[in-house]
């Protein structure tokens, strides 16, 4: 909790004091070649080395090498249109459901090869979970909400079992004492936060190995914002994190790693302390210091 | 230069203006919706004031003497007996007894036209019920003849001038004796609801079109609605999008402009023809009609998939569920209710198809209520065009009272699907 304090306060500071003087003219050229700092990690959970994705012929990613170490809270920064959701989609293969999506490159969760033709999504999906920039409960009771997982896998065999999961979910996700007394009620009542955080128990539900958020808070006002992102701190003791945010103090607040991405490359990728204090790359430092984006 | 007007009064200037033209559209909307029910008035008022007296039906009080010989029943415990008794006879022999001054052979033959031929079964079914009557004199009512009943009905809602038709100062004669006698009543009529077909109006009734209508619409609901949906959710969901699907999808739009006499065309080529099917049967018109049915219930059914927000579907994917298991857990039960709208629309069409199966037989003249969906008959609409045809100044009434029925019957499939509709959208 303190270290991220500490971030928010120097993210502060370096708007104040940013240096306008660096060469910021032509961004599509600076953007070539490698990306800088600490991409890879030792005994990654999830690693990926030369990520190529393609909508029909226009290509959306290049060259994309980038670890999430276990435990780890990785997020992911960039201008609109950057590529970074495209990207966290690869990791769990919702990109196929996109008719004229390609990619290709090597995606490796531990050992499974995540691209294998013969590989099937669903299991794939229980180790992976997401979460969406929406909230999307099904219109379903908040019980059977946080039950779908665990029923569909067949987890549990006794009723009282799923109990337990919906519970534990419920209480992890920090739901549970604004819910218990109404389960049954229609999870699309609950107000916009609480709405996510019920979605958010739901991918736990299934107890998967990583959970991907796709900008989890931006359909939210701040209190409920502020009350996701203690909770994505929780999990990281327990889940491995990639979360792609739009908001810079949101990265800077709950990850450990921060990737910046840029027009579909992975420009620089650091501790993330380290990015939005005294950032390697000049694109990154342009984009934290509001030049744009 | 002129006084320049502020922005402000420029915009109150030209306020009344559009004030009137907001109005002007709002009353083009109005007068849309007054001339729709204006028709939908005018076509209620013309078939229900036509329609409404085929619910009333004319009956005449005979006095009948029920001798054993006349009959010619000598031994009650022989239904034969009974099956081949003469009950005509003893009607007539009333009807003499009360007109005994009529004696010319053709004044005869008229005066027996007072009642429905069909009296005679009445009579028989009272008897098999009531042997002991045998050898009696009993007041029964037996059903008026068409001619008869028209006059009557014509003749007590005026009060004034009646319809007499093809009839003779004399046989107005008899009818306004009986009336002044006191035994001719309106009463409800059963016959209508109950019977079938009949050359004799006063004996045709509505029931085997009602019968057939409701098994050919079985047959098609039960084809149409399962066939429709897998096909919609497979190029929705599974169909990659290329040349093959949209040629599919061009053909499934044509299929549904082709006129329905080619369908009818095609179900008597293919399925009467070709697979020896019998004909006038509502499982070949059910068939026929599901053809006719299936494209609208396809493009309904994949507008109501399309509309399922993809968040529902991602949401499922991302936990891990299964292509099969998102939609049959959430795209189905979400696209149901537009489904179901479809799927009434494409039946509602059924119900009043006519072409089609005037070409696979079902415009046969058909007596008995159908059983079952392999037993002859004919539908609503169908009926209505036979008995539209006919001549039988008694079958106008019954035209219209048909037509009622198959609003009737409109009305309550769309009152159910739209009830089954709110149900299920109640769980969004």
């Known amino acids: 909790m303190e270290a991220t304090v500490g971030s928010a306060n120097t993210i502060g500071k370096l708007n104040s004091e940013a240096p306008v003087s660096k060469a910021t003219a032509n961004y599509k050229e600076q953007a070539a070649g490698k990306t800088v700092g600490i991409p890879f990690v030792e005994h990654p959970k999830m690693s990926m080395r030369d990520v190529q994705v393609y909508y029909g012929d226009k290509q959306a990613i290049f060259d994309v090498g980038l670890d999430i170490g276990k435990n780890e809270v990785v997020a992911m920064i960039g201008p609109s249109g950057c590529g970074k959701s495209t990207f966290l989609r690869c990791l769990n293969r919702m990109n196929d459901t996109i008719d004229i999506c390609r990619v290709e490159g090597s995606l490796k969760l531990e050992e499974l090869d995540i691209y294998d033709p013969k590989l099937d999504v669903v299991p794939l999906r229980a180790r992976v979970g997401m979460v969406f920039q929406k909230p999307n409960p099904f219109p379903k009771s908040i019980y059977d909400n946080v039950a779908y997982g665990p029923r569909i896998h067949g987890l549990v065999s006794r009723k009282s079992e799923l109990d337990e999961i919906v519970e534990t979910s419920l209480r992890r996700a920090g739901l549970w004492e604004e819910v218990k007394d109404r389960l049954l009620s229609p999870g699309t009542g609950l107000s916009g936060g609480q709405q996510q955080r019920l979605c958010i128990a739901r991918t736990i539900a299934v107890s998967p190995e990583v959970i991907l958020m796709d900008e989890p808070c931006s359909a939210l006002d701040p209190i409920a914002t502020a009350k996701i992102e203690e909770l994505i701190a929780e999990l990281s003791a327990n889940f491995t994190i990639a979360i792609v945010t739009h908001s810079m103090q949101q990265a800077a607040r709950v990850s450990d790693r921060t990737a910046y991405f840029h027009l579909g490359k992975l420009i620089e990728v650091n501790e993330t302390e380290k990015v939005f204090t005294n950032p390697d790359h000049e694109l990154t430092e342009a984009y934290i210091t509001g030049r744009f984006g | ?428």
């Open chain 2, 1 to 428: 230069m002129s006084e320049k007007l502020s922005t402000i009064d420029l915009v109150n200037k030209n306020l009344a203006r559009r004030y009137r033209r907001e109005k002007r559209f709002r009353a083009y909307g109005i007068a849309s919706i007054m001339f729709g029910l204006l028709c939908l008035v005018i076509l209620f008022a013309d078939i229900i004031g036509k329609g409404h007296s085929a619910f009333l039906q004319t009956y005449v009080r005979l006095n009948v003497e029920l001798s054993a010989e006349a009959l010619g029943i000598s031994d009650i415990n022989d239904p034969s007996q009974f099956v081949r008794a003469n009950y005509d006879g003893v009607l007539r022999n009333a009807l003499r007894e009360r007109f005994p001054e009529v004696n010319k052979r053709r004044e005869k033959r008229n005066l027996y036209g007072i009642i429905s031929n069909g009296a005679g079964y009445q009579l028989r079914d009272l008897l098999e019920q009531n042997p002991q009557l045998i050898n009696t004199r009993v007041d029964i009512w037996v059903l008026a003849d068409d001619d008869y009943d028209t006059y009557y009905k014509s003749r007590s809602s005026d009060g004034s001038e009646a319809y007499t038709g093809r009839f003779s100062e004399t046989q107005i004669g008899w009818i306004e004796a009986l009336i002044a006698d006191g035994v001719v009543e309106k009463r409800f009529n059963r016959t209508f609801f109950q019977a079938g077909d009949s050359r004799e109006p006063e004996q045709a009734g509505i029931r085997g079109a009602m019968m057939g209508s409701l098994y050919t619409l079985i047959v098609t609901f039960v084809l149409s609605f399962p066939i429709g949906v897998a096909a919609a959710v497979y190029l929705e969901e599974y169909a990659h999008k290329n040349r093959f699907t949209d040629f599919i999808e061009v053909n499934i739009n044509n299929l549904a402009a082709v006129p329905s006499i080619i369908f009818g065309l095609l179900g008597l080529a293919i399925f009467i023809n070709f697979f020896s099917m019998p004909r006038s049967i509502p499982l070949v018109g059910g068939i026929v009609l599901t053809l006719m049915t299936l494209p609208t219930i396809i493009i309904s059914s994949r507008a109501a998939i399309k509309a399922v927000p993809p968040s529902i579907r991602e949401a499922a994917l991302g936990i891990g569920a299964s292509k099969m298991q998102v939609i049959l857990h959430h795209v189905l039960p979400l696209a149901m209710p537009g489904m179901l709208t479809g799927a009434i629309i494409g039946m509602a069409q059924a119900l009043g198809e006519t072409a089609p199966l005037l070409l696979i037989g079902m415009v046969a003249f058909i007596v008995d209520v159908p059983g079952g969906i392999t037993d002859p008959s004919t539908v609503l609409p169908v009926q209505i065009f036979l008995w539209s045809d006919s001549p039988e100044r008694a079958f106008v009434e019954r035209t219209s009272a048909a037509i009622m029925v198959l609003l009737g019957f409109l009305i309550v499939m769309n009152t159910l699907a739209v009830l089954l509709r709110r149900r299920l959208e109640r769980r969004w």
